[in-house]
Structure formats: C-alpha cells, structure tokens
C-alpha cells in the first residue's frame, strides 16, 4: 500500500487544500471546485469574449423593404395556426430602422460581441440568381456601427429564413440544389463583410430547424416526411456548411474564422463517476452524428448507419470531404439537459435515463435548467472530436417578465438561471476546456418563432406596441459579470 493509500476522501479534501501551495491536486481543478461549490470569485481567462445574440427573422421586421424576397418563416407565420399568439414577425423589433439604438444597448452593457444573423432573402430574393443591390446594404450600416461602438461583429448566414422561392422551386433542404446555391451566397457575403467581419458561423441550429420544420411539422415550413427524408434533409444542410467553408476561405479574406452554430444533443453524466462520464462521450458521438459528427470526423458513425437502416442519408466519399472541411471553431448552442446518461452493461454501453415528472424547467417549458450541461457539453465535445475553439454561440433563457408598478423588471429567476450556468462554464475554463467565448441569448425580447410574443428571453424588454426598450435586471447582473470577467464575489 502506498502513502496514499491510507488517506480517507476527507483527508484528500485536505490535501486539495495544499493546491494554493502548488502542492497535491490539480491547483486549477481545486480553484474550479472551490468556485463551483462556494461564493468566492472566479475569473474567466484572459481575452474571454462576452457577447450577446439575435436573429434576422426574430428582430428585423421590414419585411417587404428594400428588395427583401419572402422567407419560409414569412409564409409559415403567416398560415393560421402555427404561430400560438397567431402573430408575425413583419415589424418585430423593428430592428431594421433601430439598429443604431440596439448596438447602444450592447454598449451598455460593456459586451464586446455580438452574433447577428443575415437575412438570405434580403440579399438573393428568388434565393439564387441576380443578387439584390440593397440587400447587403442593411448589414454594411449595422456592421459599420458595431465598430464604431466598439463592439466585434460575428455573422451568422442562416438562422433559419429560408427563401420562400427555394421552398418553391427545388423543395427546400429537400434539394442538394439549396445547398450548393447557399455556397454562393456564402461567397457572395463573405466577398463584401470579411474586410470588417472576421468570425462567420455558417448555419445555426441544423439539429433543431431540420427536425422541427422538416420531421415533425412544428416549424417552418412545416413538413412532416418520412425519416430517410429526414436524413437527407440534414445531410443536405451539413453539405451546404461545407460548401460555405470552402467559399469563405476562397472569397474571404484571409485570417477570416469560419464555424457551424449548433445546438449539440447534450448529454450530461446521470452522476459523476468515469463510467459514467464514459459513457456519455460515448453518446454525445453516437447522438451527435447525424450533423456535428459528420462534420467534424468527415464520416457517419456505424452505430448512426445502422440506427438509420434503410432510412439513411444518400451521400458520396466527395460529399463527406467537402462537409468536413476543417473549420476554425465550433459554436454550441446550450440551453438544456437533453439526455442524462448512464454506463450500461447492455449494448451500446450507454442508456439514457428518463426524466421525472418534476424535474425542473424555466418559463419555457423544454427548457429544464441543468447548469452542468454548460460544463459537460463542451468538455465532452472537445474530448470526443478534439475541437480546439469552442464558443457557446447561445444560452438563456425565458422569464415571465412582468413590469413591476416601478417600471422595472426584476427577472430573478433569470439571474439564477445565469448564475449558475455561468459558474458551471467558468468551471469548464479553469479545467482548460477551450470555450473562447459566449453569448447570451437574447439582446433583447423578439420573435419567438411559435411562440410569438409569448416568450421573453431578452436582457432588454421591449414592449412590442411602442418599442420601447428597458433594461431587466438581469443587465446588471450580465454587465458585472462582463467588466470584471469574472462569476461571484
Ligand atoms: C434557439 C434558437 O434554439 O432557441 C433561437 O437558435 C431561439 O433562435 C431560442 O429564439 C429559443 O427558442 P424558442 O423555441 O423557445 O423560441
């Protein structure tokens, strides 16, 4: 028996207290414990990036200005039924004409960041073709006003506004055609902002919109197809991020940083032991392989082609090549615990537990809070395919937002919900997991696709009838957190 061996877990506690020595335990997984468990602060690294984010369809409005064509969201809002508060996104936020006052708000909360999405029916109407001279006129002003706020633009191309004309001439992502026309829009963007926009995200959330709008008919355009369909739906969405990478490398500057935004199934230790946390490497592939996967590892995984059978995607050794084309970072979008998992003996190895009735949830009812999903999805991601720069390209969450007869909102639960999840990533960066930065979503309250209105997870409220923006409470806490860059006190 060694010395060691004779210590009890009380007397390693101790031992983990000698760190400050820089002797016994790892002095920076010591520091994160002792930030994770208590109330002492703890920073962030050295050049973090703070940031916050929004989309085009949920805050622009002006949707029939300047040569904007229709998007699929246009259409789906539209169609009665599908939106629960049966409103659209026309005015929104009225972003459009108010982009000036809006990069003021994140000045004001002192975050040097801000991921914006850019509208592709703004810039190629039919969705392909004869570009839109205006359409790229809207993002040179709003970029341009960034850096004169001091605030570093991150664009993301598609979040979700699909053309209407595409929908209608080749059927959407049901066509390899859509993912090679969004390569040349990808090419034609980054040809005019990578002077001023040196961080692009290419697609944001495949995982989500290709489900929801195209397996189960909840979101735009509303499609419930068959599975194989499904797969070729997603497999022609991973194809369009490679055609991208490749364009802005070719028509970008040089230096230009190009990643995919997505919001990775996260899978979180049912309890930390390392068969636990095995297994969950295990399952965050296996459940992440019809996209970020084959994204990153340029295959499918065998264990995904035999789930999908008959039903899997069609595609070419070429296809994989271009999909996979390395990337400069990789944007996850964490808001909830989707899977808590557990080693099995059973084949796979892995086996996801079911949620209890009471588990708890945010405003949004899928929303359940688990702040160590912010820990382990990116440490996973970064253990399983080796990714080097990972942004959380969006965390956050809904809040009732009620405003209080002093004209203030006092959104509690969302500082709690903040806290704790910042806490857990600041746990992630002691321990070297490389999150680069993160931004919270949302700027301010918006469109929330079938929500509508319903659904508040702004840092700003607006009240949609006069568009009038106040800062929650939740802006002091987040502007604290962003000037001393560090979580607690
Ligand atoms: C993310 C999206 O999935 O979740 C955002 O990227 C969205 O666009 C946010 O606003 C909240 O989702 P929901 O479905 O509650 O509106």
């Known amino acids: 028996m060694t010395v060691f061996g004779k210590f009890s877990r009380r007397h390693f506690g101790k031992l983990a207290g000698l760190s400050a020595l820089g002797l016994g335990a790892h002095p920076s997984r010591a520091a994160a414990a002792a930030a994770a468990d208590g109330a002492a602060p703890a920073s962030f690294p050295k050049d973090f990036v703070w940031g916050t984010a929004t989309s085009s369809y949920q805050i622009e409005g002006a949707v029939n200005e300047d040569g904007r064509g229709r998007s ?9 039924g599908k939106i629960e508060d049966n409103t659209t996104g026309d005015v929104a936020n009225d972003h459009y004409h108010r982009y000036r006052e809006d990069i003021g708000l994140i000045r004001d909360i002192g975050a040097k960041a801000y991921r914006f999405s850019i509208a592709w029916p703004r810039v190629f109407p039919d969705g392909a073709g004869k570009s839109n001279p205006k359409g790229l006129d809207f993002y040179d002003r709003l970029i341009d006003e960034l850096l004169r706020q001091g605030i570093v633009p991150y664009a993301t191309l598609y979040h979700w506004d699909l053309p209407q004309a595409l929908e209608d001439r080749v059927g959407g992502w049901r066509s390899s055609e859509t993912a090679k026309v969004f390569g040349d829009y990808a090419a034609h963007v980054a040809a005019r902002i990578t002077d001023r926009v040196s961080s692009i995200f290419t697609i944001n959330e495949a995982g989500r919109f290709v489900t929801f709008g195209y397996g189960l008919g ?18 022609n969405v991973a194809l369009a991020h490679g055609l991208a990478v490749q364009a802005i490398r070719a028509q970008g500057r040089p230096g230009t940083r190009v990643g995919v935004a997505e919001n990775i199934a996260t899978c979180v ?15 965050t592939r296996e459940l992440n392989a019809g996209f970020l996967g084959v994204i990153l590892e340029g295959k499918y995984t065998e264990g995904f082609l035999r789930y999908a059978g008959k039903d899997a995607p069609k595609f070419t050794d070429q296809e994989l090549k271009i999909i996979s084309t390395p990337t400069d970072f990789t944007g996850l979008n964490i808001y909830a615990p989707q899977f808590y998992i557990a080693a099995s003996d059973q084949p796979p190895g892995w086996s996801m537990l079911p949620f209890p009735n009471s588990f708890p ?42 405003v209080h007869p002093d004209g203030k909102i006092y959104d509690l639960d969302r500082i709690m919900y903040l806290r704790n999840y910042l806490r857990q990533l600041q746990r992630a960066t002691a321990e070297g997991v490389p999150v680069r930065g ?10 929330e696709w079938i929500f509508g209105y319903g659904k508040r997870f702004g840092l700003y409220h607006v009240d949609f009838e006069t568009q009038r923006r106040t800062a929650k409470l939740s802006v002091a806490f987040y502007r604290d957190v962003v000037a001393r860059n560090a979580i607690g006190v």
């Open 218 to 235: 909840v979101d735009a355009p509303g499609l419930k197809l068959p599975d194989a369909e499904v797969n070729q739906v997603r497999h």
């Open 72 to 80: 699929i969201w246009d259409v789906f809002s539209h169609t009665p």
């Open 361 to 402: 949830h945010m405003n949004s009812e899928w929303l359940r809070v688990g702040p160590e999903t912010i820990y382990w999805a990116p440490r996973l991601a970064a253990k399983v395919w080796n990714v080097e720069n990972i942004y959380i390209s969006e965390n956050g969450t809904s809040s009732e937002d009620k």
């Open 438 to 447: 993160y931004f919270l979503w949302s700027l301010m309250d918006n469109f």
């Open 269 to 283: 230790p049912a309890f930390d032991t390392p068969e636990n946390v095995r297994a969950a490497e295990t399952a």
